[in-house]
């Protein structure tokens, strides 16, 4: 591991500082190069990730009084280093911080009302959980970090002993506690007895280095955790591998993985509480997956323990998969999942009697899941978590594959992983929003690019759902996906091609691991009085207006049936297909097959919980109804422009955004199929009957 120093860098960032704050003290260079290594420390994900890790500072600063004191900056709880501004070291009165040493024990909300009541700026955010320890030790600059190939090496039954053989005398060994108040008193008791010249090792959770200056504290770091690596080289032996089979597809896979992690609500009936997945896949995954001693490895815990808030104490190992056996996959996983979460429950049980019963449990739901020949997923309730859990995931499958590979694994006991998990202060670093009435699940738009299906994709992404943009356009979908959110997936489809639609369904099987919701939106007008229409026309409307519907409907379905946990299929019908226009049927009547299409949907699959609703809209502003022709025909009716957009009942004119609305509602409604909500202001001729 190198050094990512760079002085200009250095001094840029001092620069930087300085523009930003008017003053160019030594006390504001201490915190603007502190701020410069902790984001070099973020940035690497061998050492910190995802909220993990935490520097500090020891300076002086005004207070709201005015008065000079001595304080300690450290990093708040959970942010992120890769990225942190000085706001994300709130700073904290350092006296009585370290007056709380003579206390034997503290509560853990006495100490965060302690914390919150010293700092500086009232507003600032909780410091970390490991706050404490950067109190009680002397050293002006603290750098903490969870580096993987440290915890390899002392991650052993002889983590001591091999602590010593590679760091020596410069780091001081301190033995597992659980990361707070009494680590914190462990760590400086062990640090004046043997006054180590570089920093600590915590026993199964990291690594601490410290210093006069952030380049010495940052630069030990990088020193020490280049000799974890040097011993792992230097002493590596393989791990015996399992011979490669042939295996099915991720996108065949994964909604079989994604349906087995779903539990059903036992509140409201036809709900799921569901999860979406992040595959990956490489050499050092797919030697951890096929080694033939994964049943052990996949369960011998966690590498460090707050890692558990993502990924739970132990991933989900599921059967390799062959191909042309799915049915058979899918029955093994069914089984094991339903093992893993009973033995979830029962731990739960064993260990919140142990601490007094005081404990509401989390849900039994895996958060990895490794398959052999194929890789490993991890699972979230939104796509954003799903990729921290994987990102850990590979951190863990690095870490124990190495342990391994230079002795034996061995993580924390159980117990000390369950006062992690159940830590109130881990659990805050999750934060405490309200969840959104689509979390977990997965919506598909085709037509994205449009009017309409943009509006839906917009609602849909901020109803919680996370959203796949297909599209004939590739480039405006993917347009379309970036201002709707940073994990909506843009996708080519061109919905008359059949191999276009199956290729744009495995790739969102493939990207979120499944589907719940789709809304086939994709359409276009032709005109032609019937009776002389060319059949060319007619055909090509066909195609579109209603074999797309079917194309997409039936690779949704096949998604949904995998998954077993049910499924929505919404469509775009418009009113053509209940009330023609003139020389509009070209248009109306694939559309009236649409409708029959949504009703034989939701016959057909009603058992299985899949249900089918369809949107009658009107004289939406679009691609099909473009200014040009809203100016055409208010002209030729005589009327102004809003007169014509607003002809119906209520006088109001329809919007994309109302047509989404629509389409939301028959989302969230679990007890309606087979329904034809009507979107266009009221009108009489167009009404359902
Ligand atoms: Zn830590």
Known sequence: MKSGWVDRDAEAAIAQFAKQNGAKSAIDRDLALRVYTTRLLGRDPKLVLRGGGNTSLKTRMRDL?????????????????????????????????????????????ELVSIERANLIDPAAPNPSVEMMLHAFLPHKFIDHTHATAVLSVIDQPDGEKKSAEVFGGRLAFVPYLMPGFGLAKKAIEVFEASKPSDGLILSKHGIVTFGDTAREAYERMIEMVSRAEDFIARNRKAIAVAAPQSVPAVAQIAPLVRGVCAEKDDQVDGAWRRLVLEFRAGDIIRNFVDAKDVERLSQSGLITPDHTIRTKNWPLLLPPPERGKLADFARAARERAGKFAARYHAYFAQHNKRT??????????????????????????????????????????????????????????????????????????????????????????????????????????????????????????????NAVSATALPVECDVTDAASVTSAFDKIAAAFGG????????????????????????????????????????????????????????????????????????????????????????????????????????????????????????????LSEKDYMGGNLLGREVTADDVAQAFLHQALELKTTADVTTVDGGNIAAAMR
């Open 356 to 481: 007094g019963g005081i404990k509401h449990e989390l849900d039994p739901l895996p958060r990895v899941v490794l398959v052999p020949g194929l890789g490993l997923f991890g699972l979230g309730r939104s796509k954003q978590d799903a990729v921290i859990a994987a990102d850990i995931a590979e951190a863990w499958v690095e870490g124990v594959g190495d342990a391994e590979a230079i002795g034996r694994f061995e993580s924390i006991s159980e117990a000390d992983m369950f006062d992690c998990e159940y830590w109130p202060l881990e659990q805050a670093k999750l934060g405490k929003r309200k969840e959104l009435p689509l979390a977990g699940q997965v919506a598909a738009i085709t037509g994205a690019a449009g009017a309409i299906g943009a509006a839906t994709a917009r609602v849909f992404a901020a109803a919680g759902a996370e959203v796949a943009l297909l599209d004939v356009n590739l480039s405006a979908a993917r347009e379309q996906a």
């Open 515 to 638: 589907l719940d919701i789709v809304i086939s939106n994709a359409g276009a007008a032709w005109q032609g009085r019937i009776g002389e229409v060319d059949e060319e026309i007619l055909h090509k409307s066909f195609e579109l207006n209603f074999y797309g519907h079917q194309r997409v409907a039936q690779a949704a379905v096949q998604i949904m049936l995998a998954q077993g946990t049910g499924g929505c299929l919404l469509f775009n019908v418009s009113k053509q297909a209940v009330n023609p226009g003139p020389n509009f049927g070209p248009y109306g009547i694939p559309k009236a097959a649409a409708l029959a299409l949504m009703r034989q949907y939701a016959l057909d699959y009603g058992a299985d919980g899949i249900r089918a609703n369809a949107v009658n809209a009107d004289r939406i502003r679009s691609g099909l109804l473009t200014p040009e022709m809203i100016a055409a025909r208010a002209k030729a009716r005589g």
């Open 65 to 109: 009084f005015g008065e000079d004191v001595e304080v300690l900056r450290v990093k708040s709880s959970g942010s992120d280093m890769a990225a942190i501004e000085p706001d994300g070291l709130p700073a904290v009165r350092l006296a009585p911080m370290r007056k709380l040493r003579a206390l034997k024990a503290i509560d853990d909300e």
